[in-house]
Each structure stands twice: as structure tokens, then as C-alpha cells.
Nanobody, 126 residues
Framework: QLQLVESGGDLVQPGGSLRLSCATSGFTLDYYAIGWFRQAPGKEREGVSCISRNGRSTDYADSVKGRFVISRDNAKNTVYLQMNSLKPEDTAVYYC???????????????????WGQGTQVTVSS
């Protein structure tokens, strides 16, 4: 069964950094694009970043461009989200997700993903 498990969320001061991990199992990560999403209280889930199956193509929300970096290590079945220069508005539960169909380009629309992790809380506050 396809599973995704996020980790790395924490309380961090503004300007700080965190690295989130998305550990996958039950499928061959090499064949799948992976997306990172976040949801703040009272807001809709939004796309943060995504990475194609071979890592050559990435995309970022405008709000995180230049601050966040997505990467993947298919040998470790893990996708990462390095978050730098964190701001209070980055506070949210962060999720990673995979589509039901392997291959294809990655995207930032939650409705195009079918499998989700349980989320990890990121809080940016002084």
C-alpha cells in the first residue's frame, strides 16, 4: 500500500530554517512526481512545491520562490523540502502527496494528487 510520512516540522523563529522529509513506501518512487502542500487554519490547502520523477523539473509557489528548495533521493525513497528565511505566514501543516498515475509533470494543484501523508506542523514565531 502506497504510504507517505512527513517529518521535520517544528517551532522556529522568523528567519530560521527547517528541512522537511517525506518518506515513501509501497511504491517505486522513481516513477512518481511528488508535491508539497500546506494548509493554515481557516485557509484552503495550497501547493508549495513539486518535483518531477527524475528531479529535473521543479515548480514553486510565488510565495516561497527563492526561499524553499525541493529535492529527492530516490535511492532513499525520500523527498525533501528545505525551507529557509521562514516567515510567520509560512506557519501551516505541511503535506506531501503523490498522484495515482506514475509519470507526467508535477503540478501545484491539490486535486491532481491522490495519496497524502498525515502532515507535519511548521510554526514560525518569535
Amino acid at each position: 500500500q502506497l504510504q507517505l510520512v512527513e517529518s521535520g516540522g517544528d517551532l522556529v523563529q522568523p528567519g530560521g530554517s527547517l528541512r522537511l522529509s517525506c518518506a515513501t513506501s509501497g511504491f517505486t518512487l522513481d516513477y512518481y512526481a511528488i508535491g508539497w502542500f500546506r494548509q493554515a487554519p481557516g485557509k484552503e490547502r495550497e501547493g508549495v512545491s513539486c518535483i518531477s520523477r527524475n528531479g529535473r523539473s521543479t515548480d514553486y509557489a510565488d510565495s516561497v520562490k527563492g526561499r524553499f528548495v525541493i529535492s529527492r533521493d530516490n535511492a532513499k525513497n525520500t523527498v525533501y523540502l528545505q525551507m529557509n528565511s521562514l516567515k510567520p505566514e509560512d506557519t501551516a501543516v505541511y503535506y506531501c502527496a503523490a498522484p495515482a498515475i506514475p509519470g507526467g509533470r508535477c503540478g501545484l494543484y491539490p486535486e491532481t494528487y491522490d495519496y497524502w501523508g498525515q502532515g507535519t506542523q511548521v510554526t514560525v514565531s518569535s
